[in-house]
């Protein structure tokens, strides 16, 4: 039976998930912003909490851990290279391990760059990602404890996903991301299919997420630094693509 996702607004603009296999049952959150939004939406959905996977130890991810945990008493799965930042984790993975939740089985993949451990979660068999902070809708996190280097070769990561990945982020950002977008890409017909889309989703009160990696590799400007146009654009022809995504990630900075 195919895995079943949930998603809810959290805190200001953060994204929760839950992951649940309806054969066993099992039923995880993905990381875990705030403790109520996290249990009106397992009222809502008549799910039991029995898992936390966390993409990496920010407080606006990790906050509602000791409550859940305390009253669900669900093990919390985090980053190796985090765990002593992370609330009561009960397990420790790191690039390539398996997490399963029931019958579902993710494989961690090592996304530094935000943080210096982050990581993200991606199903194979369902096709569904869970990338925290690293890819955003149009946009990429800030690139706060690694180097814009380590950030680039974790979305390459991430690019690499099977393009009908359905992908999670942790923050609602498109409409920023995609203003912002635009102003490297301003002819590209993918950014301008996916600008109105995500307006009408807007304006409809709905979530622009989950996107797609397919989606992302088209419109994401964060994901086409390599391309030769996108290089041109910031006045960096022929320049490394690491190079490339750095000056548009200190743009972002400062847009
Ligand atoms: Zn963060």
């Given at each position: ?5 949930y ?61 859940l ?48 451990g ?12 869970f ?35 359905r ?17 490297i ?33 088209v ?10 146009e ?26």
């Amino acid at each position: 039976m195919p895995a079943k996702t949930y998603l809810f607004p959290c805190l200001k603009d953060n994204n929760g998930v839950l992951l649940h296999d309806p054969e066993s049952g099992a039923t995880a959150a993905i990381d875990a912003p705030e403790s109520d939004a996290v249990e009106a939406a397992l009222k809502a959905t008549g799910w039991k909490l029995s898992d936390m996977l966390v993409t990496h130890h920010h407080a606006d991810h990790t906050d509602g851990i000791p409550a859940l945990k305390e009253r669900h008493r669900c093990r919390v799965v985090a980053p190796h290279h985090e765990a002593s930042r992370i609330p009561l984790v009960d397990v420790t993975v790191q690039e390539g391990d398996s997490v399963k939740v029931g019958g579902i089985t993710t494989r961690v993949l090592e996304t530094p760059g935000h943080t210096a451990g982050h990581i993200s979660y991606f199903s194979h068999a369902d096709k569904l990602a869970f990338v925290g902070d690293t890819l955003f809708s149009i946009g990429c996190g800030r690139v706060i404890e690694g180097t814009p280097e380590m950030m680039w070769n974790s979305l390459l990561k991430l690019r690499a996903l099977p393009d009908d990945t359905r992908v999670y982020c942790g923050h609602e950002y498109t409409d920023a991301n995609i203003r912002f977008a635009r102003t490297i890409e301003p002819d590209n017909p993918a950014l301008a299919a996916r600008a109105e889309r995500a307006s009408q989703q807007i304006n409809q009160g709905q979530p622009t997420i989950p996107t797609t990696i397919a989606e992302e590799k088209v419109a994401n400007p964060f994901l086409r630094a390599d391309v030769a146009e996108v290089a041109r654009k910031v006045g960096l022809a022929d320049a490394p693509a690491a190079q490339v995504f750095a000056e548009i990630r200190a743009r972002k900075n400062s847009f």
